[in-house]
């Protein structure tokens, strides 16, 4: 008698709250509290909050309120600053099997460990769907429950069917495909929960290889976490990422298919047909390197791919799926023909690495290459002053810290994809590079006089200067007008 619930949902209104702050002001009839459960609390509108805070501010002593939501964040704050809050946490598989078991020995019916494992697991954390499942089951096997059964009464996919699937997969066996989609249909499971089941044994099969959760974590059992580990060991982490996202876009796909059986067919044959990814970037190494171990006909291969009009692989892209290097955006790669010229747009990148001194070292260095068909790839990291005792202050401190060669021939290797021989030198200005240089820092005016002996006449006679310069859009000759005349420089 002095509890009430209140579903939320249905009964949003400010009238309803109401109702509940009159029942308030009355005391317990039999009990110490009276207790006040709304349900789906989050769905009160607005001006029902707002009735509702008086009586939170300063509630009766004899009156709790209990408050359920599955979604907090769209309480309140005014709310959730007046109350306690409690996070309920999803049951672990071992738990819900224990209350089962308990269950299962108080009524004597016979159940082996893995029967109940199958409750707890479909049950996903929830004590309550847990008995619901056990009660549909019991009432179709009686006190003598087995695996088999209760998969067929609640229309589970044993997952026997998916290491069959993904063992196919991994031999390329497109029948072993088609004949583990006919054993689920003649077990009369459905295609929902078929791939709803694989998708979450790919995930168990990713967690595991990857040690990064418990089996308690994964709600599976110690021998499933161990038979996962052993599985599928040659498709690798990339491989079964690809075959995660086929799945995805499969059950998008399967709700709006006039045929739906060949549809999940033809995609686990695909899933089996595709070739095992490998590094692209090893590959691209492979073909750069005259001296590597590969062979020619893995050569040839990663050639013939790279020339099909249909592959456009983004320069130093890897198409390891697991490559740690998949963390951050690839750098482009080069040529061995290419890398002098982009030296200036690398070292600059090199600004943003986090060590000023390095980058600062690099500042103002020139790359000049040596014999381009050699390997390893003679590269010389170039300082150059008007005379030895000018040299720029990179190249001293690239002398003192010998590891930021080495650094630097790691980075350079990466963006050539073969080994590269970086030495430090040294060098003055040629004469032409001198004159070079020196026009480089001429205005446009002064260049402009070089060229121009009138010019630089008149400026001499009249003791002319720049005042500002403004570049045409088309040059004009001012020896004619525009009628073909000649104009009269008078």
Same mark, same amino acid.
């Given at each position: ?172 066996n497109l029948k072993g495909c088609f004949q583990m ?38 709600? &599976? /059992? $110690?021998? *499933? ?11 690798? %982490? =990339?491989?079964? #990422? ?103 747009? &690398? /070292? $600059?990148? *090199? ?11 690099? %500042? =103002?260095?020139? #790359?000049?290459?040596?014999?381009i068909k050699q390997t390893p790839f003679p590269l ?107 104009v009269n420089d008078n």
């Open positions: 008698m002095d509890i009430y619930e209140i579903d939320a949902a249905s009964n949003t209104g400010v009238d309803n709250i109401r109702d509940v702050i009159d029942r308030v002001q009355y005391p317990p009839v039999i009990g110490k509290y009276k207790i006040f459960i709304i349900d789906e609390v989050h769905m009160l509108s607005q001006g029902a909050f707002n009735a509702l805070l008086k009586t939170l501010e300063e509630p009766p002593p004899h009156v709790i309120f209990i408050f359920a939501t599955t979604e907090v964040n769209k309480l309140l704050p005014t709310i959730l600053s007046r109350v306690q809050r409690f996070d309920f946490k999803r049951l672990t598989i071992s738990q819900i099997a224990s209350r089962l078991r308990y269950i299962c020995e108080q009524e004597h019916i016979n159940a082996s460990d893995e029967t109940l494992e199958i409750f707890a697991e479909k049950a996903d954390g929830s004590m309550r769907d847990g008995l619901t499942y056990f009660d549909q089951a019991y009432a179709f096997t009686g006190s003598e429950m087995d695996a088999d059964s209760v998969r067929s009464v609640l229309g589970i996919p044993p997952t026997e069917l998916f290491f069959e699937l993904i063992q196919a997969i991994e031999g390329h989609v006919d054993k689920a249909v003649n077990r009369g499971i459905e295609f929902a929960p078929l791939l709803d089941g694989f998708g979450k044994f790919l995930r168990n099969l990713i967690y595991s290889r990857l040690d990064a959760f418990s089996p308690d974590d994964l709600n &599976i /059992s $110690a021998e *499933l976490y161990a038979k996962y580990k052993e599985t599928a060991t040659s498709l690798s %982490n =990339g491989d079964l #990422l690809r075959i995660s996202k086929m799945l995805i876009d499969l059950q998008a796909q399967i709700r709006y298919s006039s045929n739906p059986r060949l549809l999940v067919e033809t995609t686990f044959a695909r899933m089996a047909w595709l070739d095992r990814l490998t590094d692209l970037r090893r590959a691209l190494a492979a073909i750069n390197d005259p001296k590597s171990a590969a062979d020619e006909a893995t050569k040839k291969k990663v050639t013939e791919i790279l020339a099909m009009p249909e592959i456009a692989l983004p320069a130093g892209s890897s198409a390891e799926g697991d490559s740690p290097d998949n963390s951050y955006s690839e750098p482009p790669a080069y040529s061995r023909y290419e890398i002098t010229a982009a030296w200036p747009s &690398i /070292s $600059a990148s *090199l600004a943003n690495c986090g060590d000023l001194q390095f980058s600062a070292a690099i %500042n =103002g260095s020139v #790359l000049e290459m040596g014999d010389f990291l170039t300082y150059i002053g008007e005379s030895e005792q000018s040299l720029p202050w990179g190249y001293q401190q690239i002398q003192e810290q010998p590891e930021y060669l080495a650094r630097l021939k790691t980075i350079l290797e990466d963006r050539l994809q073969t080994q590269v021989d970086l030495r430090l030198k040294a060098r003055t200005f040629t004469s032409e590079e001198l004159v070079s240089r020196a026009n480089a820092q001429k205005s446009p005016f002064e260049r402009d006089l070089d060229k121009d002996a009138i010019l630089k006449k008149m400026v001499e006679i009249f003791g002319g200067e720049c005042i500002f310069s403004k570049q045409l859009n088309k040059q004009i000759d001012l020896s004619t007008s525009e009628s073909g005349e000649e």
